[in-house]
C-alpha cells in the first residue's frame, strides 16, 4: 500500500505544477463553497440541489453534495498540493458533467453560458492529474514520511 501511495503522490513536476495549484485551487473552492455552504452568491445545498434536479441529475441534493464536495475539498487539496492527482481527478470527472450536462448545447463562449471556462479548469485538472503537485506541496512532505 506504501509504494501504490508514493507512486500515487510523487512528482517531478518542479515549479510549474504551481503556477496551476493556486488559481485552480482558489477558483474550486470559491465554486465547491457556493454549492455546499451558500457563500459567494451560491444557493447553498438546497438551491444547488433543486437547479440539478431540474435539468436531470437526480437525485439532486446528492448531485449537489459531491459536486460541491469535489470542487470544495478537491480544490483545497490541490491548493495545498496535497492527494493533488485524486483530486485532480475527482475534479476533472465534475467538470466533464458540468460541460456536457449544463453548458455544452450552449457552444463554446462563455457570454452564451458555453463550456470555455469549463474546459479551461478541466484541461488544468488534467494537467494536474498527469503531472503530480510538483514543488512545495504536502505530497513531498508525504512522501518522507512513507520513505
Known amino acids: 500500500m506504501k509504494a501504490l501511495l508514493a507512486k500515487l503522490i510523487t512528482s517531478n513536476a518542479g515549479y510549474s505544477a504551481l503556477a496551476l495549484r493556486f488559481p485552480i485551487g482558489i477558483i474550486f473552492m470559491a465554486h465547491g463553497a457556493q454549492k455546499l455552504f451558500g457563500w459567494f452568491g451560491g444557493y447553498g445545498l438546497e438551491g444547488t440541489g ?6 436531470g441529475l437526480a437525485p439532486g441534493f446528492i448531485m ?3 459536486a460541491g464536495s469535489a470542487e470544495f ?12 492527482r485524486p483530486a485532480s481527478i475527482a475534479i476533472s470527472f465534475t467538470m466533464v458533467v458540468a460541460i456536457f450536462s449544463v453548458h455544452f448545447s450552449n457552444g463554446l463562449f462563455m457570454s452564451n453560458n458555453g463550456y470555455e471556462f469549463g474546459l479551461a479548469l ?26
Not at 50 to 55: A, K, Y
Request: proline share 0%; glycine share 12%; hydrophobic share 60%.
Open 50 to 55: 433543486g437547479w440539478m434536479e431540474s435539468i
Open 64 to 66: 449537489a453534495l459531491l
Open 73 to 84: 475539498f478537491g480544490g483545497l487539496f490541490i491548493l495545498l498540493g496535497l492527494l493533488t
Open 122 to 147: 478541466l484541461a488544468a485538472s488534467v494537467s494536474l492529474a498527469l503531472s503530480g503537485s510538483g514543488k512545495l506541496a504536502l505530497d513531498n512532505v508525504l512522501i518522507k514520511k512513507l520513505a
